[in-house]
């Protein structure tokens, strides 16, 4: 069993940053992709960037250039570094695994006023 808690969410002016933190219970070493997803008001969850055990990432088109995942093993972490952000970031992110069993945690409230 994994639970992920996210946390590092909040208000920010267009243009600022955030840093969403996920740390999950139990090793997150031994589950191969991470990722976090959102979803805006009136609109489905999408998929916002992965990361493989590897190191390896993908992205949104609307996030590329702006938002870079990050994991530490050692930690049990899994990070989301936003940049630049934008009104229409503003969601509800969850951080979530891609592989194997899923596992969600609860989300963490981003607002982007501009």
């Known amino acids: 069993q994994v639970q992920l808690v996210e946390s590092g969410g909040g208000l920010v002016q267009a243009g600022g940053s955030l840093r969403l933190s996920c740390v999950a219970s139990?090793?997150?070493?031994?589950?191969?992709?991470m990722g976090w997803y959102r979803q805006a008001p009136g609109k489905q969850r999408e998929l916002v960037a992965g990361?493989?055990?590897?190191?390896?990432?993908n992205y949104a088109d609307s996030v590329k250039d702006r938002f870079t995942i990050f994991r530490d093993n050692a930690k049990n972490t899994v990070y989301l570094q936003m940049n630049n952000l934008k009104p229409e970031d503003t969601a509800v992110y969850y951080c979530?695994?891609?592989?194997?069993?899923?596992?969600w945690g609860q989300g963490t409230q981003v607002t982007v006023s501009s």
């Open positions: 979530t695994t891609l592989s194997g069993v899923s596992y």
């Open positions: 139990g090793r997150i070493s031994s589950i191969d992709i």
């Open positions: 990361i493989s055990s590897t190191g390896s990432t």
